[in-house]
């Protein structure tokens, strides 16, 4: 099965060492995954689940990977690592503290393992975003070259501390405060090496948009857990905390029980007769093709979440857990790039896919709505009313919004269809891509929509009265 596109040319980390640092990005769920060897073998941090981009990473360097370690119990995704280690019989290490249901290394705060003569890994217990989570420093020529920090310090943030729970989230953003500053003891030209941070909704606060790499010395210059005093950094962290994805509640278990290697084996093909009887049924029929294609025309009753974007973030946040669900896309390639999304959240059954154009879908009429731009609105509500729809976070809206919009979040639309307004309805997000998924829900409920194709930065400048923060 292909890799996706952001996911084939794996990032190599300068540690100016005699070892290898490799990044393999899932940007649909803004997280690392890292490979490490010295031209022999190899460790493995935080496997993402589709394990063969890893095992391909190995068998392209000559290297045979002997240790695989696990940050934490993963909220974001199911993890690789225990199916990793089964392929290729390495240790896998996870707090002696988790509570799981398979044999691992058991591993604790100060214990040193030693991978080869040039890769040394140190336990550094750094609770937080987990009761039991754990950094890794990695020591070569006797000297600390990188920490993979996983949900501990990131670039400019840390990890969130309340996806255990509200009971949780007081004590664990004061031991995640403790545990930045635990790491910032490390020499200052050690590598951070985060998990999340990159768009994952497992950070808390803004994370350094354009920051591809960081040292210890520049957190300790620039990051907020090492420059506030506590008081003040937890107040500002849990103020700032805004919902998370739906489907985090399904990974932790997921997680502690094992998960295996994914079946990526291509789905069941499904007919024009299959289609229309599963969208009559409620089932889910998801359209990965682009925003623009998708509104000149589609299958009605089908929704679009685009492949382009961070389509497995939100398609695992919005749909109801266990819901049937079958893909249509323009190639099998593209589907088979959603499916590996999907079975890095733990979806892994697809009822069947369908290819080609929505005229292969369908034999009854398309489904279309109108795409426009900020200035497009402006226009109009020169000449009509029209409501104006707003589907970013909640505390995106606060902070500027269009006045008179109506906010629904997202993840929010599908239980709160009855409070859409009245008459034509025009959608957007920041930049399009939640407008365009809000819009198919719109559609499929019957109402006139213009999805918003458009920045939402332009939307002063285009003579929309932007107010905010409220």
Known sequence: MPLTPSDAEPQTVDTAGAVTVKILETPSLGDRSYVVHDGEVALVVDPQRDIDRVLALAEQAGVRITHVFETHIHNDYVTGGLALSEATGAAYHVNAEDAVAFERVPTRDGDEIVVSPLMTVRAIATPGHTYTHLSYSLVSEGEPVGVFTGGSLLFGATGRPDLLGRDHTHALVHHQYASARRLAELPEQTRVLPTH???????????????????????????????????????????????????????????????????????????????????????????????????????????????????????????????????????????????????????????????????????????????????????VRHHRHVAVLDVRRAAEHAESHIEGSTNIPIHELLNRVQDLPEGEIWVHCASGYRSSIAASVIAASGALVVAIDDDFEKAGSAGLPVVGPD
Not at 228 to 256: C, I, K
Request: glycine share 12%.
């Open 197 to 379: 941070g990159f768009g994952s909704f497992c950070s808390a606060g803004s994370t350094s948009e354009d920051a591809t790499a960081s040292t210890i010395g520049q957190e300790r210059r620039q990051n907020p857990a090492l420059t506030q005093d506590e008081e003040r950094w937890v107040a500002d962290t849990l103020a700032g905390l805004e919902a998370f994805p739906a489907y985090y509640a399904h990974m932790g278990p997921a997680n502690s029980s094992g998960p295996s290697a994914p079946d990526l084996s291509a789905p069941e093909p499904a007919d024009k007769d299959v289609l229309a009887r599963r969208i009559a049924d409620g089932e889910w029929v998801v359209d990965l093709r682009n925003r623009t294609a998708f509104a000149d025309g589609h299958v009605l009753g089908t929704l679009n979440f685009g492949i382009d974007g961070q389509f497995s973030t939100y398609l695992g946040w919005l749909i109801p857990w266990g819901t049937p669900l079958t893909l249509l896309g323009e190639s099998p390639e593209q589907v088979a790039e959603a499916q590996r999304e999907l079975v890095r959240i733990g979806i892994d059954r697809l009822e069947g896919a369908a290819t080609g154009t929505p005229e292969e879908w369908t034999d009854g009429p398309l489904g279309r709505f109108e795409s426009a731009d900020f200035g497009d609105l402006a226009q």
